[in-house]
């Protein structure tokens, strides 16, 4: 059952990192109705992913590193864990931001530069600056642990 789950949260990581992406870029060509539907999604998948995960692992079920360069590894696992513990927050933070100007522009899209909702699309903005790249980075660098993992892992099973 572990093993499923372990698959699937990587599916739906993969997935997530996709729609990130395509959120980027439907925002990019002023397509904001298309954008926050996409960034929804990439959340919600995101959301799953981490209930997976940590599902997967209350099971007990683990891979430990067995192959080359173990150093690299543990630096790329390092990184990986630290920005994925700083993505939740920065993701929340403009999330809710969005959120809250999306409600202070009557919930119109087009009306984001309303005074009401203005200070909120700002401090998105400001907080998606951050928070894309942390994601990404987490997204990608988790694909290329899973394929390690894969390739030289070894599965421990905890209590």
């Known amino acids: 059952m572990a093993e499923t789950i372990n698959t699937l949260s990587v599916i ?28 929804l999604t990439a959340s919600t998948l995101a ?5 997976l995960y940590l599902t997967r692992l209350g099971l007990g079920y683990e891979k430990k590193y067995i192959g080359p360069n173990k150093g690299a590894y543990l630096l790329l696992l390092v990184s990986h864990i630290i920005l994925a513990a700083a993505n939740l927050p920065l993701a929340l933070l403009a999330l809710w931001n969005a959120w809250k100007g999306y409600l202070a522009s009557g919930r119109n899209l087009g009306n984001i530069d309303a005074p009401a909702a203005r200070s909120f699309f700002a401090r998105h903005r400001l907080w998606v600056k951050w928070t894309v790249p942390v994601w990404l980075y987490v997204a990608v660098t988790g694909w290329i642990i899973y394929l390690l993992l894969h390739n030289y892992g070894e599965v421990t099973r905890g209590g």
């Open 12 to 39: 739906t990581i993969i997935i997530s990192g996709l729609v990130l992406l395509l959120g980027v870029y439907l925002i990019k060509s002023g397509r904001r109705e298309a954008h926050m539907k996409a960034m």
């Open 47 to 51: 959301t799953i992913f981490l209930v």
